[in-house]
Structures are given as C-alpha cells and as structure tokens.
C-alpha cells in the first residue's frame, strides 16, 4: 500500500494546513460520512470548482458514482488526463504530494441532448407539485392541474409529454360541468393560463425534456471495469437560461432517487454523490410547500447511500432547514462589501466549530485562491474543529474539453444509443384523439340515416311528415322535437334509452 497521503482507505484527501509548530496536517472527508451531506461556498474565483472535482475525483476512485450540473463548461476536463498546471504542481508540492495526472469514467448528459445524451422525464413521474412550480403557477391553476392528474389517473390516460398534457387539460375543459360536482370549478380562463405557461415551456425546450424514454436511475449508478464510479456530468450552460427548468430537474432527480432507492442505512461509503451547483436557484421564490418537501428529501435521502452536496456562493443562499443537515464543509473566501455581505460572513463562521488558533471570520475574508476553511465530520459523526486548508490539486483537467473530445467520450459511453432518439408511443394524446374520431364517425352514422337509426327515423317521417304537422297537437308536436333530439344522439347508449321511452309513450 503507498504512503502517500492520498492513499487512506476509507477517505478523501482535502488538503493539508500550513506547516506548523506540530508540522503539516492533513484533512480528509470520511467516506462512511459522505451521505450526511455538505457545502461548499464562497466567492466567484475563491476555487469552489476545484474543491468540487476534488471531492468528485475522490468519490469516483472508491468506486462512488457522481452527479454534477457543469454551469460554466469547465467539469467536462474530468474526461481528460490533467495538463500539469504550474499552479496545481506547484500546490502538491506545497503540500507533500505527487502530481499524478488522472481521467475518470464519465457520462456526459444534456436535456436538449446537444452535448451529451439525452435526459428525459415524463409528465407523470415529475408529478402536479414540480410541475406547478416549473410553470409558476397560482393556487387555483395547481388546483386544476392536480384535477387533470386525477381524472387521467381515473380514464387510463398516459401523461408522457407535453402534448398529453395539453390533450389532458382540453379534455377536463371539455368535460368541466360533469367533473365540477366531484372535483370542483374548472375554469375555461384557467386552464387557457395553464396552456399558455405550457407554450413557454416548450419554447425553453420542456418538449425535449419530456417524454420517453425517461431515464432509469441504475444508469447513473455505475462502475467502470476498474470498479471506478461513474461520473455524470450535466451540461448545464444552456439550462441555466431557464433557471426555473435546471431547479425543478435536479429536485425531481432527487425524488426519483429518494423513491427508487432501496433503504440501505449507513454505508462504507455513499452509493451516489450528488452535487447541486449554483443552489440558490432551487430555493429562490420556492413555495413553503416546496421548501418542506426538499427538506424532508436531504433529511431522509441519506438513509438511501445519497449524500447532496450544496455548491453556492452565500450560506445563506440555503434556508436554515436544509443548512444544519450538511455537516462536510468546505468554505472558501468571502467579501463583505455590503450589510448582506457581513451578515453571511458571521453566518458562515459561526457554523464552524471554532479553532482558538485564529478568528474564523477573519480569515474567511483573508483566504487566498485555492484556500478554505474545512471542517469535515470526525469519526463519531460531530465537526471537527476548522482549519485553514490548502486545497489538493485535481488529478484531471480543469476546463473545458473540445468538441472532438467530448464525442469521443460519448461514443464509448455505456448508455450510447439508449436515450438518443425519442420514442412515441400511445399515451393521453392519441387515446382522446381515438375517442374523438369514434364519436364523430358514430355522429356521422346517425346523421346518415344508417343501420336501425336509419330505419327508426323513415319510420318517423312517415308517421310525422311535413303534411302532418298542421294536423299535430301541442302534445304531439313537443313529442315529435323529444324523438328527433333522440335520434341525432342515438350513437349513445343514452340516447337510445330515450328514444325507446319516447316510441313507448306513443304507442300507448
């Protein structure tokens, strides 16, 4: 076994503090803690990136698969040997370390299927809250979203994609005075504003986003033939155009793990590493009832071998809730330039549990590039006490990669082929197209004059011709409109219980 520093079974290697009265120290994350969650925050430029791959690169070699959004582009160098840096060769030295370059298994993903494969999600499984909430939707239009959930629940209806959805909704329009006593008031005006955030969406790429086939979870949850994990990186440069569309993915993506994950307790080590960058839009405007629901998913998530990890500028970008659930920290610098900027900087120190050998708020403003303070959980699961850290250098590039590199990746990846073309198949769109097409042919017949309804009404026209009507009583008259109103119906079953009372009625 090697005597490196970064060989310790069962860890991570963070960094190492300063040389020191009692000489360099070294900081790990403890893989058996990685499902009690973490942050990483600070700065734009303080290096929250490079402490990301770290921890990514450290999860991949224990054979822990990964999950990360690349916002800037600059995570796909994963893929890739690291270039030698003079600034990360430079670190290792710093810190008693071998340069050791290093590409990891990755998968590249991208909703819009662009640069990576393909990532679907039907309308179903991302259910009416997320959807709600992608939509921007007000109370009452929730409530009639949940309404056409329910009644497509009820008809065997398939909700895949987008046009499902819209068939849906014309649907319960259509029917809305026969579902009102059920289920409520179902407004044309409100489900025109659902149909309008829909084009929106579609316009953002939601149409590329649903349908099928939908991803299956065990595909992120992978081991390469080195017994590496796989690292799934999520192109997210475009996808953060649409801000709302990138947070309410990663949430369903959450509760898709948290619902098909067995339980498994604690492990040696996490089954999946998920890594949510840029968290404060998860939280921005969310609903109280979206923000109980993304605390109980991280508060119970872990008991499924999942560890989030929160990648943010500001701590107090996340609520309070979910921020005493993260207990691996990694802060790096922050400026406080403003009220807001000061009150996030005692927030910040005073997570930590404090180290007499200087003031942590202080030095969180006094960090330097590749610096942090760490506080990771010690053995018996309670924080250790901070330190002042230089972060290890990542064994892979850090940056982008090149286009050619990128599908290189791609074509040798596991799930090529899978998720690359969409599949159409029978769902709410074509089943009420169905029965539209059977009730306009079964009108039609009626109109026609064909089959028994044909002959019912020659035989009403004899009794009841034009000569005859001079001659008809008030009686007669209203009953002749009743058998004519019957009869344009009479595709029905209804209907031809009426005509039959009305034929009744007369012969007697």
Request: glycine residues 12%; charged residues 20%.
């Amino acid at each position: 076994m090697s005597d490196s520093p970064n060989a310790v079974p069962g860890k991570i290697l963070v960094g190492a503090t300063a040389d020191g009265p009692k000489g360099r120290a070294y900081r790990y994350l403890t893989l058996a803690l990685g499902n009690r969650h973490g942050l990483i925050s600070g700065a734009t430029g303080g290096g929250k990136t490079v402490s990301l791959q770290l921890l990514a690169e450290g999860f991949s070699n224990a054979g822990t698969s990964v999950f990360l959004a690349d916002v800037k582009g600059d995570l796909a160098g994963l893929s890739q040997p690291g270039d030698g840096k003079p600034a990360f060769v430079k670190r290792a030295e710093e810190i008693g370390l071998p340069y050791a370059p290093d590409r990891f298994p990755v998968v590249f993903w991208d909703i819009f299927g662009e640069q990576g494969h393909t990532v679907r999600a039907t309308i179903s499984e991302m259910g009416p809250l997320l959807l709600a909430r992608l939509l921007n939707l007000n109370d009452t239009q929730e409530g009639v979203l949940n309404i056409v959930f329910k009644v497509a629940d009820e008809q065997g209806l398939l909700l895949l994609d987008l046009k499902d959805l819209r068939a849906a909704l014309t649907h319960v329009g259509d029917n809305a005075a026969e579902i009102k006593t059920k289920y409520g008031n179902v407004a044309p005006a409100t489900i025109g504003a659902i149909q309008r955030q829909l084009l929106v969406l579609e316009t953002q790429g939601g149409d590329k986003f649903f349908g099928e086939p939908a991803l299956e979870i065990e595909d992120f949850i992978r081991a390469d033939r080195d017994g590496r994990g796989a690292v799934n990186i999520l192109a997210a440069d475009k996808l953060m155009q649409s801000p709302r569309l990138y947070a309410t993915f990663l949430l369903w993506l959450l509760s898709e793990l948290f619902e098909k994950l067995p339980e498994v307790g604690d492990l040696d080590k996490p089954k999946l590493a998920f890594f949510f960058d840029e968290a404060h839009l998860l939280f921005d405007d969310a609903p109280k009832a979206l923000l109980t629901a993304i605390e109980q998913v991280v508060r119970l998530i872990r008991s499924k071998g999942v560890g989030v990890y929160f990648v943010t500028q500001n701590p107090l970008d996340v609520p309070d809730t979910v921020l005493g659930q993260l207990g691996n920290r990694i802060q790096h610098a922050l400026r406080a330039f403003t009220p807001r900027d000061q009150k996030a900087v005692r927030a910040a120190a005073e997570t930590f549990r404090q180290n007499p050998a200087f003031d942590t708020a202080d030095a969180i403003m006094h960090l330097g590039v590749g610096e942090a303070l760490v506080s990771m959980l010690g053995a018996k699961g309670a924080p250790e006490v901070v330190d002042r850290v230089l972060i290890a250098p990542p064994a892979a590039r850090v940056g982008p990669i090149t286009p050619q590199e990128r599908a290189a990746v791609m074509s040798t990846s596991w799930v090529s082929g899978k998720y690359d073309t969409m599949i159409d198949r029978e769902s709410a769109f074509e089943m009420l197209r169905a029965r539209a097409e059977t009730a306009a042919a079964g009108g039609g017949a009626a109109e026609g004059g064909g089959g028994l309804i044909g002959a019912i009404g020659g035989v009403l026209g004899t009794i009841f011709g034009k000569a005859d009507r001079k001659r008809m009583s008030p009686a007669e008259l209203a009953a002749r409109a009743a058998i004519q109103s019957a009869a344009r119906s009479a595709g029905t079953q209804i209907a031809r219980q009426i005509l039959r009372g009305v034929l009744g009625g007369i012969s007697k």
